[in-house]
């Protein structure tokens, strides 16, 4: 294992689905920012970016809310290896912006917990990076 | 199970070691050796391989083992690893992050930082999703 395994199978999907994308397309930052760890990496595979710390996701976030109107992630199909703390999901990302233009993404996360919190968060894309 | 769908709830369970063997020990060691037979073996008959980045689809058995006949043929040598696993016997799911080596024939290595989630049923692949950092090297075969 990577880090020492703490959530359930169900606090795991609940931490991701619910605590994690219920809080960002709540344009919550606070509460989003609050499942990262200080040290915390965010890294969109697909496009090689990666952001390293609070510091630089926050930023990030606040990018991304402010690209958009309204953001949507729905349709999950979750995977769980409690026993090693990781969880991936594979979802939907909707997306509008201020022009009304809407764009769809078919993603995947692969997220990485450590003492209840993320630790490391993968990100492969469908289409162009959203997140940077 | 005609209404199977992947990660579905109600499917039996495997071993934990089964779905990260299946993955690295037949599946990848087979496309790393050019063994076709060990990768299809790994495959439903009507299984779906679905590269998600470009939205390419492989339809069947066959349409997967003509994909692969075109994948060995361009590329001289390939590589899998750096692999991190969520394994997940209640699902009948494993999805993978790994490192892609590969070399085009009498061209340069390229580097790629991929991920698969594949959906079993039974003990064999039913649907597989890729997401590759790249162009995509799964291209429809020629046969």
Same mark, same amino acid.
């Given at each position: ?5 703490? %959530? ?20 919550? %930052?606070e ?23 609070k ?14 109107e ?63 | ?8 709830a ?28 060990k990768v ?39 590589w ?9 016997p ?29 959906? %079993?049923?039974?003990? %064999?692949?039913?649907?597989?999703f890729?997401?590759?950092?790249g ?9």
């Amino acid at each position: 294992m990577q880090y020492e395994p703490g %959530l359930s199978r169900d606090e795991l999907i609940d931490f991701a689905i619910n605590q994690y994308f219920g809080n960002v397309d709540k344009k919550d %930052l606070e509460a989003t920012l609050n499942c990262f760890h200080d040290e915390a990496l965010l890294c969109t595979q697909t496009s090689f970016t990666r952001h390293s710390g609070k510091a630089e996701i926050k930023r990030m976030f606040e990018d991304f809310f402010a690209s958009y109107e309204t953001i949507v992630h729905q349709d999950f199909t979750c995977t769980v290896d409690e026993a090693n703390g990781r969880i991936t999901a594979s979802f939907v990302a909707e997306l509008v912006d201020s022009d009304g233009q809407t764009t769809i993404l078919n993603n995947t996360n692969f997220w990485r917990m450590r003492d209840g919190k993320f630790q490391e968060v993968y990100v492969y894309m469908s289409g162009a990076n959203v997140l940077v | 199970m005609a209404d199977w769908t992947p990660g579905m709830a109600g499917q039996e369970p495997l071993p934990y070691p089964f779905y990260v063997d299946i993955v690295t020990k037949r599946y990848f060691d087979g496309v790393d050796n050019k063994n076709l037979s060990k990768v299809l073996n790994c495959f439903h008959p009507d299984a779906v391989l679905h590269e998600a980045t470009s939205d390419t689809v492989h339809n069947g058995r066959d349409a997967i083992r003509a994909m692969f006949e075109k994948l060995f043929a361009d590329f001289d040598d390939i590589w899998h690893g750096n692999f991190v696993h969520t394994a997940d016997p209640v699902s009948n799911a494993v999805c993978s992050q790994f490192t892609v080596l590969i070399t085009p024939n009498g061209g340069d290595q390229l580097r790629y930082e991929n991920c698969n989630r594949f959906y %079993l049923k039974d003990r %064999l692949f039913q649907h597989v999703f890729v997401y590759m950092s790249g162009d995509n090297l799964l291209k429809e075969g020629d046969a």
